[in-house]
């Protein structure tokens, strides 16, 4: 008798083995199925190490790229591959970002049920959010710098244009290193000195947590000193009150600005305008921003809520930020993909959370006209109501990065951009152009 209920306890364990390793071989199946079906082993899906099947569309029906048996095709025009390329990907995948690569279940026609079955062979379709031609516009304003452009609608998540510079041409000779940077895509993988953009940061946790800031006034004379160390600007400002700092942005009155908020404060504001943290873009991550704000080193403090120091942003997380505030503080999450048969959309047009309160946002949002109105000119931007703050990072060489970041107040158009430019010096300067050009191209398109 108590051989057969050693036997039994046996055979309910291995029952319940049994059962708990097919409960986990399911979850596995659910969660990577997609994953295990596209695994390069699969010759059914593909045709010497290329996926042949699925096609990748903007937004307006452009086709970026086909899969075939008989290979990849894109557009004939060689500027229009090299403006997408970062969001459509290479033949071979080496674009971590790329649609090729990030939702190949999407493009072979993967389902739970069927796995890669597909009757005609063709695979599916994935349209993206972006608008190629505001692509290739964002590409040839660029011109000879390498950058960043970006544009997302701040009520949807829809990411309009998403360009990144150097680029490369996917039918051309590709780089043999696959970890060559060429396919480093900066908007969503990158972070840099963010210069005066930053204080659209101090200037939130300015009014969040100084009570005294509406009667601030600070006198610039160009080369400003605290405790013996220079803190500069690029001229003598003259006497400024909180607005005025803001639009002729002067180093001086923030490094103030930043002492009297105080670190804790700005590491806390920065926080929640979700610059320290990831976002999920349809499955992409992006690398969170980092930041430090001494509590020992007020003239180390006054420059990192310039911008300087080793303040360090990601170009995405920045426009989702200035977004935020054309949304009355709520952030919106983005999203590269329009529709799918197979994809659901993942993220875009979901909430992630209130960055800043409704009274924060206005503020800023007069300060950022302000800014337009005072440097940059509104006849620079004709017909559009637009929002900005540009920056001019220093990062110790010749030539200063430039950023110009913000948003347009318009219903049927609402469009929140970052622009960054490497060794492009005044940000308003290179990236103004840039962004009227884009954003003309886009209400025009949409």
């Known amino acids: 008798m108590q051989k057969l209920e050693n036997r039994a306890r046996i055979c309910l364990l291995l029952a319940a083995v049994l059962f708990l390793g097919i409960v986990l071989f399911t979850w596995r199946l659910v969660t990577h199925g997609a994953e295990w079906a596209t695994f390069y082993g699969n010759t059914q899906i593909y045709t010497n190490g290329m996926i042949n099947r699925g096609t990748v569309y903007d937004r307006n029906g452009v086709m970026l790229m086909q899969c075939t048996t008989n290979g990849v095709v894109y557009p004939e025009s060689s500027t229009l591959r090299m403006a997408t390329v970062h969001a459509v990907g290479d033949p071979k995948g080496n674009m971590s970002t790329g649609a090729i690569n990030m939702w190949k279940g999407g493009l072979i026609g993967y389902d739970f049920l069927n796995g890669t079955y597909d009757t005609t062979k063709d695979g599916k379709k994935i349209t993206l959010n972006i608008d190629s031609s505001a692509n290739v516009a964002a590409y040839n304003a660029l011109g000879s710098?390498?950058?960043?452009?970006?544009?997302?609608?701040?009520?949807?998540?829809?990411?309009?244009?998403?360009?990144?510079?150097?680029?490369?041409?996917?039918?051309?000779?590709?780089?043999?290193?696959?970890?060559?940077?060429?396919?480093?895509?900066?908007?969503?993988?990158?972070?840099?000195?963010?210069?005066?953009?930053?204080?659209?940061?101090?200037?939130?946790?300015?009014?969040?947590?100084?009570?005294?800031?509406?009667?601030?006034?600070?006198?610039?004379?160009?080369?400003?000193?605290?405790?013996?160390?220079?803190?500069?600007?690029?001229?003598?400002?003259?006497?400024?009150?909180?607005?005025?700092?803001?639009?002729?942005?002067?180093?001086?009155?923030?490094?103030?600005?930043?002492?009297?908020?105080?670190?804790?404060?700005?590491?806390?504001?920065?926080?929640?305008?979700?610059?320290?943290?990831?976002?999920?873009?349809?499955?992409?991550?992006?690398?969170?921003?980092?930041?430090?704000?001494?509590?020992?080193?007020?003239v180390e403090l006054s420059w990192?809520?310039?911008?300087?120091?080793?303040?360090?942003?990601?170009?995405?997380?920045?426009?989702?930020?200035?977004?935020?505030?054309?949304?009355?503080?709520k952030a919106v999450q983005p999203s590269m993909i329009k529709s799918s048969n197979i994809i659901k959309k993942l993220s875009g047009g979901k909430s992630l959370g209130n960055y800043l309160s409704e009274d924060t946002a206005s503020q800023l949002k007069s300060m950022m006209k302000n800014d337009v109105k005072v440097t940059y000119g509104e006849s620079n931007f004709p017909g559009l109501d637009i929002y900005a703050k540009s920056g001019t990072a220093e990062v110790g060489t010749a030539d200063n990065n430039g950023w110009f970041v913000g948003f347009i107040d318009d219903p049927d158009h609402p469009y929140a951009f970052v622009v960054w430019v490497e060794g492009g010096g005044t940000g308003y300067q290179v990236g103004g152009p840039i962004i009227r050009t884009v954003l003309n191209t886009l209400i025009q398109n949409n």
């Open 304 to 329: 990192a809520g310039i911008g300087q120091a080793k303040d360090q942003v990601n170009p995405a997380s920045m426009m989702v930020f200035v977004g935020s505030i054309a949304n009355g503080g």
């Open 145 to 298: 710098h390498n950058g960043v452009v970006g544009v997302f609608n701040y009520k949807t998540g829809e990411i309009m244009c998403m360009v990144n510079k150097p680029s490369f041409d996917p039918l051309g000779s590709l780089p043999a290193d696959p970890n060559s940077s060429i396919y480093f895509n900066s908007f969503l993988q990158g972070k840099m000195t963010p210069g005066s953009t930053f204080k659209l940061v101090t200037s939130a946790a300015a009014i969040d947590y100084d009570p005294e800031i509406s009667s601030f006034s600070f006198t610039c004379d160009g080369v400003n000193y605290y405790r013996g160390e220079k803190i500069a600007c690029t001229h003598a400002h003259g006497t400024s009150d909180f607005e005025r700092a803001l639009a002729v942005s002067c180093n001086g009155a923030f490094g103030a600005i930043s002492r009297e908020v105080g670190a804790e404060n700005l590491k806390k504001e920065t926080e929640d305008c979700g610059l320290t943290s990831s976002i999920n873009i349809d499955g992409i991550k992006t690398t969170p921003g980092t930041f430090e704000f001494p509590t020992d080193n007020d």
